[in-house]
């Protein structure tokens, strides 16, 4: 999308297109210096959260984002396609606590959604100090919806047809880059995402037909 990507490693995993065999959590002291390198050398103007394994690096991370003053997209993986748990529930607790609240957003799937008490919030009517966005790609239905709820209760529906493919792996996690992508750029949050939701269609239809491994394959950008 024209943007560079500057990282901090949070875990070690062994995988591939078929599943997670086994997680290695980076330290905390590690973590936070992969944060202050980035941050004190780059100009950053959008940051994305995705795995977050245990509570002392999502400890490490929280101290140092609260220092900081721009976007911040919160994606909380918390089990991969293949269904190996990826953060642990003392951790799940305390981003929910601590990071959230520091977030212009937070981009759960329904089963995230679900284990988050997110929705019986929103249907409530109760408002939370950040915008979510439900992601409806586990829906059982041709059409998929997600709900952009914003942190001033107005409410956007983002409907695509649901591509045939099995190639999916990382949908989540591009989404969750592609919008702070749009927030970087200054877009407003419902442009951002509208934007990167283009974007992940066009790597999904781009990749459908790909033969990368044994399972779950890529997206691809560059038909």
Not at 106 to 132: G, H
Not at 143 to 167: Q, V
Not at 174 to 179: D, E, G, P
Not at 208 to 217: E, F, Q, S
Request: net charge negative.
């Amino acid at each position: 999308m024209g943007h560079y990507c500057a990282t901090v490693v949070t875990a070690v995993t062994a995988q591939n297109t078929l599943g997670v065999s086994s997680v290695m959590p980076v330290t905390h002291d590690v973590v936070t210096g992969q944060l202050m390198a980035v941050l004190s050398d780059l100009k950053i103007k959008a940051i994305k959260t995705g795995m977050i394994p245990n509570r002392k690096c999502a400890e490490a991370i929280v101290d140092v984002l609260r220092l900081v003053d721009i976007p911040i997209v919160c994606d909380p993986v918390m089990i991969s396609t293949s269904g190996t748990p990826l953060m642990s529930d003392d951790c799940i607790d305390y981003i929910k606590e601590n990071l959230f609240p520091l977030c212009r957003l937070v981009t759960p799937n329904i089963p995230e959604a679900e284990r988050l008490n997110i929705l019986s919030v929103i249907e409530k009517e109760s408002t939370l100090p950040y915008s979510i966005l439900i992601k409806g790609g586990h829906a059982e239905s041709e059409e998929m919806t997600d709900r952009l709820i914003m942190a001033n209760g107005e409410e956007y529906s983002i409907t695509s047809h649901r591509i045939d493919t099995h190639n999916l792996h990382g949908t989540g996690c591009t989404l969750s880059s592609a919008i702070a992508v749009g927030l970087a750029e200054g877009r407003s949050l419902p442009d951002a995402v509208k934007q990167a939701k283009q974007w992940i269609n066009k790597g999904i239809e781009g990749g459908k037909d790909l033969a990368v491994g044994r399972g779950n394959g890529p997206l691809w950008f560059y038909k």
